[in-house]
């Protein structure tokens, strides 16, 4: 048998998690709905929170975009908890104050718990950053944030976090691992919402955490089995059936994303759009070292108030107005409808999640929208 050649992202996508080749054997991993397995389990599968084909399909997907090992959660927030659950009480995590919501949630609660220390940075701002890891038991590092779009340099920031030996996660939702793989760059942790890409279809909630050491995958392991958030099979196989359009879904979305922030760039009712693809985006340059794309969700701030955002968000007829990113529709929203939205986002941002559909009735939406304030 030839050797196994090493596979480009797109065709990985396509590849990864398929079972073994056999005559007349299955092409795509079937759902596995058994909860309970014969002994003696040597797979570990003795229970069906403690593994599942079906996960591990998914996971192998998962591995072999990421660079490490794998393990699929309930939700994107449950693996964050995973993540903070394993930390030592009192444990100083330093992160952005501009990320995502359920983040920014959940930090806070913990902190007002007395359970962890939190350091708030413009992960944006390399030297702010550098300047708190001294004391930091985690970086949490999420680049492209959300919804501000700022950029973190992480090959820069996660080389001296491990240098004061500080774990590293970053949150790679919205570049996914076929713009940027944090694990290469030395991160101890990637993880994802696999709602929002990777699955890509609005369909289910996931995330998942990826890591290349072994004993740290142990114990977020642990925090699976024992929290029990854990993922269904029918979830698990429309992720992965997700996964295999994803390559092509973000080359899409992302031209139509550039597109798109081109022109609102030039559109007179917006005073700023935020994308770091745009060429005079103040993140571009950093951006363009370790990204291969910039991803399909850009946010902009319309020169009017909060009710006229709330106005045009609610005049779209092809665009929803929903909160969640990375399907095949489009989805916008403006961002301080909800109270847990960071307070330095300004009120009349709109995030937009940057579809398949075709550009030009995905402008002409824009425009018929922004005429109504």
Known sequence: MSEKKKLRPASLVVSAGRPKVSADGELNPSISLSSTFHAPNTNG???????????????????????????????????ISAVFNILPHGAVITASKNGYSGTMSLLKKLEADGRVEVRYVDVSNTDEVLAALPGTVLLWLESPTNPALEVADLPTLISAAKQLNCGVGVDNTFATALNQQPLEMGADISMNSVTKFLAGH?????????????????????????????????????????????AIRLRQ???????????????????????????????????????????????????????????????????????????????????HRWSAESPTIPENLIRLSVGIEDVEDLWSDIQDALGYY
Request: glycine letters at 10%.
């Open 202 to 246: 609005s369909d289910v909630l996931m995330g998942s955490l990826s890591t290349k050491d072994d004993a740290l995958f142990t114990r977020l392991e642990d925090q699976r089995k024992l929290g029990g958030a854990i993922v269904g099979p029918f979830e698990a196989w429309l992720a992965l059936r997700g996964i295999r359009t994803l």
């Open 253 to 335: 979305s992302q031209e139509s994303a550039l597109e798109i922030a081109t022109r609102l760039s030039n559109h007179p009712k917006i005073k700023k759009v935020r994308y770091p693809g745009l060429a005079n985006d103040p993140h571009h340059e950093r951006a363009k070292k370790f990204m291969k794309g910039f991803g399909a969700v850009l946010s902009f701030e319309i020169d009017g108030t909060a009710a006229d955002a709330d106005k045009v968000c609610s005049a779209s007829t092809l665009i929803s107005q929903a909160t969640s990113l990375g399907g095949v529709e489009s989805l916008w929203e403006r961002r």
């Open 45 to 79: 599968n003795g229970y069906g929170r403690y593994g599942n084909q079906t996960w591990s399909a998914l996971e192998d997907a998962i591995s072999a975009l990421e660079g490490g090992r794998t393990l699929v959660f309930a939700s994107g927030m449950a693996s």
